[in-house]
């Protein structure tokens, strides 16, 4: 009997597995640009056509990446994990007399593209806000809050997210020619 359950659990996996990748295969269609080897689970919400993503991406699962009035560029070789949410844009509430769920008007400040560049990590439960550019080679710790743009090569953590550390030294980074 257990054998049995092993089969119909493996079954199902596969299923899922099949129908993840299928779904996958149609959507990235809807992006406004999707490179090669691009992995993201379809329960993640993305406003596609605003969103252009390089080459060699995971993307966790549950992730919310909202971009409606500007754009959201990730570049190459990306890893964001689970539950990640990227916000280009807020509400105008400048109007004096109005409820903000009425006011539909925006200013140009209030939707700021988001820019990650190449070789970035972007770990668990994160949340970027609009006008910030995640520099090449960044890691942002799980559960951090990104308000401000980052340095290249830099570890950054906490709510806020503020500058811990270089991944490497500096003169190590400057001398680098292959990145």
Request: proline share 3%.
């Amino acid at each position: 009997m257990s054998s049995f359950f092993k089969l119909v659990a493996n079954l199902f996996l596969l299923y899922k597995s099949f129908k993840n990748r299928t779904v996958r295969f149609f959507l990235r269609y809807k992006f406004n640009k999707c490179g090669k080897n691009v992995k993201f689970d379809i329960s993640s919400r993305f406003t596609f056509k605003t969103i252009t993503i390089g080459n060699n991406v995971y993307i966790g699962p549950n992730t919310n990446f909202s971009s409606s009035g500007t754009y959201l560029s990730i570049g190459n070789k990306i890893l964001f994990g689970p539950n990640v949410t990227i916000v280009c844009g807020n509400h105008n509430t400048r109007i004096i007399g109005k409820y903000m769920f009425d006011v539909h008007q925006k200013d140009i400040k209030d939707d700021l593209p988001v820019i990650i560049e190449d070789d970035v990590w972007i770990g668990a439960n994160v949340i970027i806000l609009k006008g910030v550019t995640i520099a090449k080679g960044s890691i942002i710790a799980a559960g951090s809050i990104v308000t401000k743009s980052t340095k290249p090569y830099s570890v950054n953590m906490g709510v806020p997210a503020k500058f811990y550390k270089f991944r490497w030294s500096e003169e190590d980074i400057k001398s680098m020619s292959i990145c």
